[in-house]
């Protein structure tokens, strides 16, 4: 049963690892061919306006493949785990590091696009709220969003990531066990 559920993982990975270089390759192709209507693109959500200049598109561009990029190399890390849980390796100080760098690879990537989110977000929260006259219910509605729009773009990060933690901390201290055990006579 093990194995069937890690050869699912793998073939899931692997399948997650051709979209995102696939991603990456038509994000690079879309810059190219259209730079200059680059305001239409997005990063994680994050509209880039017109009024932008090209090297805030070109930092922005470069900032999302170099995340792209981290991303694949952790989906690898973890196909890799994958793999070995599949040989049923699974107490491995290896199978602990991999899933360490994972978490602080989602960890480096989660605070990447709250710092891009924070520059670019706040200029263009200025929604309207039709009938609202009061500077403080255009001020509430702009905080809710931007409290909601953070929230939904770190939560589906941070939580793996804590995860991942928690899962390294655990095989780290099976690995122990396990070795203790096959000390045991």
């Given at each position: 049963?093990m194995?069937q559920?890690?050869?699912?993982?793998?073939i899931?990975?692997l399948?997650?690892?051709?979209l995102?270089?696939?991603?990456?390759?038509?994000?690079?192709?879309?810059?190219?061919?259209k730079?200059?209507?680059i305001?239409?693109?997005y990063?994680f959500?994050i509209?880039?306006?017109?009024?932008?200049?090209?090297?805030t598109?070109i930092i922005?561009f470069?900032?999302?493949i170099l995340?792209?990029?981290?991303?694949?190399y952790?989906l690898n890390?973890f196909?890799k785990?994958?793999?070995?849980?599949r040989?049923?390796?699974?107490?491995?100080e290896k199978?602990g590091?991999?899933?360490r760098k994972?978490?602080?690879?989602?960890?480096?990537?989660g605070?990447t696009?709250l710092?891009?989110?924070l520059?670019?977000?706040p200029?263009?929260?200025?929604?309207e709220?039709?009938?609202?006259?009061?500077?403080?219910?255009?001020?509430?509605y702009n905080?809710?969003?931007f409290?909601g729009?953070?929230?939904?773009?770190?939560?589906p990060i941070f939580i793996p990531?804590f995860?991942f933690?928690?899962?390294?901390?655990?095989?780290?201290?099976g690995?122990?066990?396990k070795?203790?055990?096959?000390l045991?006579?």
């Amino acid at each position: 049963m093990m194995k069937q559920i890690s050869n699912i993982l793998h073939i899931m990975l692997l399948v997650f690892q051709i979209l995102i270089f696939f991603l990456t390759i038509g994000e690079i192709i879309h810059f190219a061919e259209k730079f200059d209507k680059i305001h239409n693109d997005y990063f994680f959500g994050i509209h880039l306006s017109e009024s932008d200049t090209p090297l805030t598109h070109i930092i922005v561009f470069c900032i999302t493949i170099l995340v792209m990029s981290l991303l694949f190399y952790l989906l690898n890390l973890f196909r890799k785990v994958i793999l070995d849980f599949r040989k049923e390796f699974v107490f491995t100080e290896k199978n602990g590091k991999q899933l360490r760098k994972i978490a602080f690879g989602l960890i480096i990537i989660g605070l990447t696009i709250l710092t891009v989110f924070l520059i670019f977000f706040p200029y263009k929260t200025n929604y309207e709220i039709s009938n609202a006259n009061d500077y403080t219910i255009r001020w509430v509605y702009n905080l809710g969003l931007f409290v909601g729009k953070l929230t939904s773009l770190l939560f589906p990060i941070f939580i793996p990531a804590f995860f991942f933690m928690l899962i390294s901390k655990l095989i780290k201290e099976g690995n122990i066990i396990k070795t203790e055990n096959d000390l045991t006579i």
